[in-house]
């Protein structure tokens, strides 16, 4: 497997949401190329156990385990400098955490609240702690940020979730552009946009047994390290329901929402869900 200049044995990672899902997944997969594991998560309980698996692999030595609520942050500015004063920098940056309870458009305020200061704040909370560290680095640099596409197809169900998504998407956006123009930056930013994952967030910690269309937090690690390994910004995960350009023909029928005039979110419009399912099928014929 080639190794991005980033990842490879020594260098050091920080992982927030490492307790489970994702993050966890991340941190052990990182842990078997050898890399040093700073383990980041508000769950203090799944974050011990994630930190003694990561063990195992790779040293207590080269583990840290800092609860972490990335909403607060004198939490985060606490990672940072437990870690640098451990290992002196940070080679991959994964602001993973986020949550999702339920909060529709005129409902369930709290949520919202709890919603954008985790998912939102929470990443913006660690781009600023991190960043001005990792730009002065003298080794390259990565930071991934998890978004969802739900924050680009926006479906409905869930409009806070989603919301925060789409502005993860923005905020990383804006974080790859002005990286690009700092003179020597030696750092670069990654949008992962998981597919249908089977997390505790999805309902991984229901008992049920993983439905065959989702993929594992595994499996989505493993592809989203060989997408930053080919330097690509946008790290846009199948599954094994949804096929790449499944996701991409509704990505480009939700941007002709706006382009064309069409009502919001017309793939579920009684008007036009039948004119969305015409244009998938067409547009998949003239692929295959």
Known sequence: MDVHPVIHEGRVAVITGAGSGIGRAAAIELAKIGLKIA?????????????????????????????????????????????????????????????????????????????????VFGVVNVQQTFVPSMLHQENPAVIINTGSKQGITNPPGNAAYNASKA??????????????????????????????????????????????????PQETVLYALDQVRQGKFYILCPDGETRREVDQLRIMWAAGDVAEGRPALSRWHRDYKALFEEYLKDSLAQLD
């Not at 400098?81 to 955490?97: F, P, Q, R, S």
């Not at 750092?187 to 991984?204: Q, S």
Request: hydrophobic fraction near 45%; charge should be negative; charged fraction near 20%.
């Open 167 to 216: 502005a993860v998407k923005s905020l990383t956006e804006g974080l790859s552009h002005e990286l690009r123009n700092v003179p020597q930056a030696n750092l670069t930013a990654h949008l992962l946009i998981p597919g249908w994952v089977w997390t505790g967030m999805t309902g991984a910690k229901s008992g049920k047994e993983k439905p065959a269309g989702a993929w594992t």
């Open 39 to 119: 383990l980041a998560d508000a769950n203090e309980e799944d974050l011990r156990a994630a930190g003694a698996e990561v063990a195992q692999i790779v040293g207590d030595a080269n583990v840290l385990v800092v609860p972490t609520d990335v909403s607060k942050l004198d939490d985060v500015v606490r990672l940072r400098d437990t870690v640098y004063e451990a290992w002196g920098e940070v080679g991959v940056l994964m602001n993973n955490a986020g949550i999702g309870p339920l909060g529709t458009s005129w409902d369930s305020l709290d949520a919202w609240h709890k919603i954008f200061d985790v998912n």
